[in-house]
């Protein structure tokens, strides 16, 4: 490293403090826990994410010669971020948003290609907003069609709901509000409702975390590395997208998704109204003065959604620098007009109209068809693009040979298809539609509730398969487990031995037929140490870990049939506009019955599914240890920034890296000592993306710890173009050092397969669980198997832990005086 144009003249022999900075994986931990220690003192941060200190080294600093070969513990806990208030449970709602925002992250990597990189991530935004005027599209489907058109326009409907009363033209005797266009106003209400509630939350987590600012690399720099007129060194990591200033404050792209998807909802709902109106002003006979107010609102709502389109087209990320501007008058002036043209329509519709009958379904019955079709070109597009990427550098442990991110893609608007589906038709359901009294929701929905079966199907063979493999597995890591525990040797030894004995009293004959039954009966506690179901529950687990590797094929198989059956589902539907048990009741017998079943368990099915997830929601709304669990699923598919979608739920790791850089970077800088970053499971993904943060005079004063780590075995594979061979062999280079630790047993973490060039090696032997097969003198109860917890438990964890902190030394790297 240089300083001022000249090299560094060595190392200082003077000691430094040393800092071990501990942080936690998924699900959370407490910092006592952490720390080992039930005193403990936040010394910096707030009840969302801070850093702990055990109240005895809460003034270590001052104090550097009781530390002295040993280093200061601290915690960094975040848990907050994913599990915190009873709000988070409204996340739910918003798991096809972040799906898809995971397929932004997916792309293969590339070289060279910045063009179709950039189509990449623009086919995934539009796939995006696709979802968001899906999911407007559902609410504007149960509030204005089902229930405002179809069933307050029927006498019996409404009178079995009587809080519909007075939106009934028979119950109210032609009140006021019982016309169709001024009961769509009033049914607007409910999507608009939705919108602004979406718009809300996005907001409010945008304040408080695309706006959290991360450390400029001046700012991490010692004052005495900056030198008047010199640039900041020009470090490698530059190639790695997460060592780019940028990439963890997402502030002007998420305000400008947010704009535009906002506008998209109010302007589906106006689409919703007006259209309906609109179409009735058409017909012979109709004022002219409300025919021309339907085309100019109609050619508004073209224009706008031509506007939104193009916000979602024209920008992406901006990731080399601190983007800190902010697109005001777009992001305000967007929503404002959508929601201004949504009043007019709403007035517009509310207008007098005496002549007009609500009767069958809503117009715009196949606005769903519309938006299938337009998602499964851009998922098949998206496609297209990851395998130009993927050709153009493959990389042998990429999942899915660079598909995953289509793959998802379509999973994610699979995923809004079925809970818009399921919505619609349990209100439908509950309005009285399955009993013929009401048309009910559109064809397609029907269609795509009714492919739900066959689905099923699919994956109950791929589990059938898995459980297969895992037999398999099992089997063979039977063989593993008795050679790592020394079982196979035991056996041949007490065979030998009682050869041996009774050779002295028989003959050699006589010996060999003694000796085998001698053996096949062996003592007591040899007979417990060699324990067969003992044997079987640790290669059952060896087994049942190995699966994690086996996603790819799941998810790719998956996501193809749910593609052909939503094509199939799509045709059937415009070809017939029927329910597929109407459309096949003519066909041969088996046809009928088999859509006649595939109906009706496909509408149970959804419905008991969105049962399941409405009692889910309100769980977690009140009990805390269930919006933890929700926090687990969010700690994996909220890492990544919001690329995609503003309505996902947010990045906790534009907080949380920040967090750590800045507490790095401003350690070294202000103590001079050297660092270790210890994290588990997802704490060590969060490790490596803050130490890419740092510039490189502060990554070469920072040692890398991680156990459990699914750095290669699942950012690697699956987000190639940041964790892939490449990036992580970078940051082994620019980091002091970098040691990794894993079980057979664990089916998250793994090795990093860093070697060869990499030297010295990251990756320590497998951590043998359990500890002890059978009882030992140090192990008198038997060992729990471990899996993903408890690395510490292990002695060769204080072991690796040691000779990673004598390696980093002593002594620093100190520049020269200027």
């Known amino acids: 490293m240089e300083e001022g144009g000249q090299p560094y003249s060595g190392r200082s022999t003077t000691d430094g403090n040393a800092l071990e900075l501990l942080v936690h994986g998924v699900g959370g931990t407490t910092p006592e826990r952490m720390l080992d220690d039930p005193r403990t003192i936040r010394i910096t941060g707030d009840d ?118 007075f939106l009934s033209p028979a119950v109210s005797d032609g009140g006021w509000w019982s016309q169709p266009g001024r009961r769509l106003a009033l049914a607007a209400l409910v999507p608009t409702a939705l919108t602004g509630l979406l718009w809300y939350l996005s907001h409010r987590t945008w304040s408080e975390y695309e706006s959290q600012r991360p450390m400029d690399r001046d700012d991490a720099r010692p004052d005495d590395e900056k030198p008047a007129g010199v640039a900041p060194d020009v470090e490698d990591s530059a190639r790695v997208a997460l060592g780019r200033p940028g990439f963890w404050y997402g502030r002007r792209l998420v305000a400008r998704l947010r704009a535009a998807h906002v506008a998209a909802g109010f302007l589906t709902v106006a689409a919703a109204v007006g259209t309906s109106a609109a179409r009735h002003d058409r017909r012979a006979g109709g004022p002219a003065v409300l025919e021309l107010l339907g085309w100019l609102l109609n050619t508004a709502l073209v224009l706008l959604a031509v506007s939104v389109v193009w916000v979602v087209c024209r920008r992406g990320r901006s990731e080399r620098r601190l983007d800190k501007h902010l697109d005001e008058h777009l992001i305000r002036r967007l929503p404002a007009c959508s929601i201004a043209l949504l009043v007019l329509s709403m007035v517009y519709a509310g207008w007098s109209r005496p002549g007009w009958r609500s009767a069958g379904r809503l117009p715009g019955d196949m606005t769903f068809g519309g938006i299938t079709l337009v998602q499964g070109l851009l998922v098949v597009a998206l496609g297209v693009v990851a395998h130009i990427l993927y050709r153009s550098r ?36 509950w309005l009285g539609g399955t009993d013929d009294a009401l048309p009910g929701p559109p064809v397609l929905l029907t269609w795509q509730a009714s492919v739900i079966p066959p689905l099923l199907l699919v994956v109950l063979g791929l589990l059938g398969w898995l459980a297969r493999r895992t037999w398999v597995l099992r089997r063979a890591e039977t063989a593993a487990v008795e050679r790592e525990y020394g079982l196979v040797e035991g056996r041949h030894q007490h065979t030998h031995r009682a050869e041996e004995r009774l050779k002295e009293k028989e003959g050699d004959g006589a010996a060999e037929g003694r000796a085998r039954q001698e053996s096949a009966d062996p003592p007591a506690e040899e007979r417990e140490s060699q324990d067969a179901g003992r044997t079987r529950r640790i290669a059952r687990t060896r087994a049942m870990a190995a699966l994690t590797d086996r996603a790819p094929r799941i998810i790719g198989i998956t996501s193809t049939v749910t593609l052909l059956l939503g094509a199939g589902a799509l045709t059937g539907a415009l070809a017939t506009r029927q329910t597929p048990a109407k459309a096949a009741h003519h066909s041969y017998d088996v046809v009928a019955g088999a859509a006649q079943t595939a109906q009706a368990l496909g509408s149970w099915l959804i419905g008991v599914g969105f049962l399941l997830f409405v009692t889910w929601g309100r769980r977690a709304y009140k009990d805390a240890s269930a919006r933890r669990t929700i926090g687990i699923l969010w700690d994996v598919g909220t890492f990544w920034p919001r690329a995609a979608h503003p309505f996902a739920p947010p990045c906790y790791a534009e907080r949380a890296v920040p967090d750590l850089t800045w507490r790095m970077a401003t350690w070294t800088r202000t103590t001079g000592g050297r660092l270790v970053i210890s994290g588990h499971s997802q704490g060590s993904v969060l490790a490596a993306a803050a130490a890419w943060q740092l510039t490189p005079s502060v990554r070469k004063r920072v040692a890398l710890l991680t156990y459990g780590s699914p750095l290669e075995r699942l950012y690697g594979r699956w987000f190639p173009a940041h964790f892939g061979p490449e990036p992580l062999a970078s940051l082994h280079r620019e980091v002091d050092c970098w040691r990794n630790l894993y079980r057979l047993t664990d089916p998250i973490g793994g090795p990093v397969h860093l ?64």
């Not at 040979?401 to 038709?425: H, T, W």
């Open 48 to 165: 969302t994410a801070a850093v702990f200190r055990r109240i005895d080294d809460a003034d270590a600093e001052k104090r550097p010669a009781d530390y002295r070969g040993k280093p200061v513990p601290e915690a960094y806990v975040w848990c907050n971020l994913t599990s915190g208030n009873s709000s988070r449970a409204l996340w739910l709602l918003l798991l096809p948003f972040m799906v898809v925002n995971l397929a932004h992250w997916m792309r293969p990597s590339t070289r060279g290609r910045r063009s179709t990189v950039r189509l990449y991530g623009l086919i995934v935004r539009l796939a995006g907003l696709t979802l968001t005027v899906l999911l407007v599209a559902a609410a504007c489907e149960v509030a204005l069609d089902l229930t405002a058109w179809q069933c307050a326009g029927a006498r019996a409907c409404a009178e079995a709901h009587t809080w519909l009363g």
């Open 394 to 429: 493959p990389e042998p442990r990429t999942a899915m040979y660079g598909l995953a991110g289509p793959a998802v893609a379509m999973l994610a608007c699979a995923l809004g298809g079925v809970m818009s589906a399921g919505v619609a038709q349990r209100v439908a359901d």
């Open 755 to 818: 070697s060869g060039g990499c030297a010295p090696q990251v990756d320590a032997e497998p951590f043998q669980d359990p500890l002890a097969y059978g009882r030992t003198g140090a192990h008198p109860l038997p060992a729990p198997i471990l899996g993903h917890s408890d690395y510490q438990a292990d002695p060769a964890f204080a072991h690796e832990r040691q000779h990673l902190l004598a390696r980093i030394g002593p002594e620093l790297p100190k520049p020269r005086p200027s």
